[in-house]
């Protein structure tokens, strides 16, 4: 498998600390630094197809898989419970911030909020494709801040909710875990045949696709209900998996997931290694050869040894037993030899 080496992963890893905690600050981060909040005041989740691109692309995609299938370890069942477990954090949180949404919608100039929040998008999108471009842009609070700043004001504010956005918020997290929850049950056929790298790419595309509609609202373009992200993000799986490729390690992909089922295979094979004891109790190894085995062949001895060893002279030595030497006088013979 192709781990993905992202700087900012690593940064990242290396703060964090365990698995399940890198997992859980990735699925957590949209929460945290306004990424979410700002789709769910853009509207994005007003559709079915924006609750799903939102839970895929946002809690989910190339971050939450390479977490799961290059850092995570234990058995499919321990690795579910530590979804299982995320998710019971940031599905409430989800639904708490997205019912705000209302009372933000109502002080804003929604059209002026809405670019700032396809603009965060856009730079997650570059963020996650390269690294190196992602140092000369700004961080997504900082976007979200501005916008806040642009779009303020303060006449329309009302504090009010609505269960539609509550609803709207849990189910994209809840996508976003189901997401999680589908890699971490098929983390042992996954591991090895999936390209992080590529598959992180391909989501990139697919964030900036989910962006254009938003950003260019004001001019009437990209503005279908197909789901074109999901699509691309499709495509993107499809070219990041190789049915092919074996897993990384060939010992652990064979390793039973329950330590149940690794002990009864264990003591199976102890069973056989007796029962293999047992039948070889009468059997004797023979330790001389038959009767009727051939002869081995004596050492070869060189002529020119066997000469000078009873005392004649090597000279008159030749392989043909009669004195001469039968490349004397060949010129074909090479001079090496």
Same mark, same amino acid.
């Given at each position: 498998?192709?781990?993905?080496?992202?700087?900012?992963?690593?940064?990242?890893?290396? $703060?964090?600390?365990?698995?399940?905690?890198?997992?859980?600050?990735?699925?957590?981060?949209?929460?945290?630094?306004?990424?979410?909040?700002?789709?769910?005041?853009?509207?994005?989740?007003?559709?079915?197809?924006?609750?799903?691109?939102?839970?895929?692309?946002?809690? *989910?995609?190339?971050?939450?898989?390479?977490?799961?299938?290059? #850092?995570?370890?234990?058995?499919?069942? $321990?690795?579910?419970?530590?979804?299982?477990?995320?998710?019971? !954090? !940031?599905?409430?949180?989800?639904?708490? #911030?997205?019912?705000?949404?209302?009372?933000?919608?109502?002080?804003?100039?929604?059209?002026?909020?809405?670019? &700032? /929040? *396809?603009?965060?998008?856009?730079?997650?999108?570059?963020?996650?494709?390269?690294?190196?471009?992602?140092?000369?842009?700004?961080?997504?609070?900082?976007?979200?801040?501005?916008?806040?700043?642009?779009?303020?004001?303060?006449?329309?504010?009302?504090?009010?909710?609505?269960? #539609?956005?509550?609803?709207? *918020?849990?189910?994209?997290?809840?996508? *976003?875990?189901?997401?999680?929850?589908?890699?971490?049950?098929?983390?042992?056929?996954?591991?090895?045949?999936?390209? !992080?790298?590529? &598959?992180?790419?391909?989501?990139?595309?697919?964030?900036?696709?989910?962006?254009?509609?938003?950003?260019?609202?004001?001019?009437?373009?990209?503005?279908?209900?197909?789901?074109?992200?999901?699509?691309?993000?499709?495509?993107?799986?499809? &070219?990041?998996?190789?049915?092919?490729?074996?897993?990384?390690?060939?010992?652990? %992909? +064979?390793?039973?997931?329950?330590?149940?089922?690794?002990? #009864?295979?264990?003591?199976? %094979? /102890? +069973?056989?290694?007796?029962?293999?004891?047992?039948?070889?109790?009468?059997?004797?190894?023979?330790?001389?050869?038959?009767?009727?085995?051939?002869?081995?062949? %004596?050492?070869?001895?060189? +002529?020119?040894?066997?000469?000078?060893?009873?005392?004649?002279?090597?000279?008159?030595?030749?392989? +043909?037993?009669?004195?001469?030497?039968? &490349?004397?006088?060949?010129?074909?013979?090479?001079?090496?030899?």
């Amino acid at each position: 498998m192709s781990v993905s080496r992202h700087p900012i992963a690593l940064r990242l890893e290396q $703060q964090v600390g365990s698995a399940t905690k890198l997992l859980a600050t990735v699925m957590v981060l949209p929460l945290v630094d306004g990424i979410f909040p700002a789709l769910v005041v853009a509207g994005v989740l007003t559709t079915a197809t924006g609750v799903i691109e939102t839970g895929i692309l946002i809690f *989910g995609g190339s971050a939450t898989a390479a977490v799961i299938l290059a #850092e995570m370890d234990g058995s499919r069942r $321990q690795m579910a419970g530590s979804v299982l477990l995320i998710g019971a !954090i !940031i599905i409430p949180l989800a639904a708490l #911030e997205a019912a705000f949404a209302p009372t933000f919608r109502g002080f804003l100039n929604l059209p002026v909020f809405e670019r &700032f /929040a *396809g603009l965060v998008i856009l730079t997650i999108a570059a963020k996650t494709a390269s690294s190196e471009i992602g140092e000369y842009l700004p961080s997504p609070g900082v976007i979200i801040s501005l916008g806040l700043v642009a779009s303020f004001e303060p006449s329309g504010f009302v504090l009010r909710t609505s269960p #539609e956005y509550v609803l709207n *918020g849990a189910a994209a997290a809840g996508v *976003g875990v189901a997401f999680a929850l589908a890699i971490a049950l098929l983390s042992p056929h996954l591991r090895g045949r999936v390209d !992080i790298d590529r &598959f992180r790419f391909g989501s990139a595309v697919a964030l900036g696709v989910l962006a254009l509609p938003i950003l260019l609202g004001p001019f009437d373009l990209m503005q279908t209900e197909a789901p074109i992200a999901l699509a691309v993000l499709a495509v993107t799986t499809l &070219f990041a998996y190789d049915p092919n490729a074996g897993p990384a390690d060939g010992s652990a %992909g +064979d390793a039973p997931d329950d330590p149940d089922d690794a002990a #009864e295979t264990a003591a199976d %094979g /102890a +069973d056989e290694a007796a029962d293999g004891d047992a039948s070889d109790e009468g059997r004797v190894d023979p330790t001389e050869p038959p009767l009727d085995a051939p002869t081995a062949p %004596g050492p070869i001895v060189d +002529d020119d040894v066997a000469v000078i060893a009873n005392g004649g002279d090597p000279s008159t030595a030749s392989d +043909d037993g009669d004195g001469t030497d039968p &490349f004397a006088d060949d010129d074909s013979r090479a001079p090496w030899l």
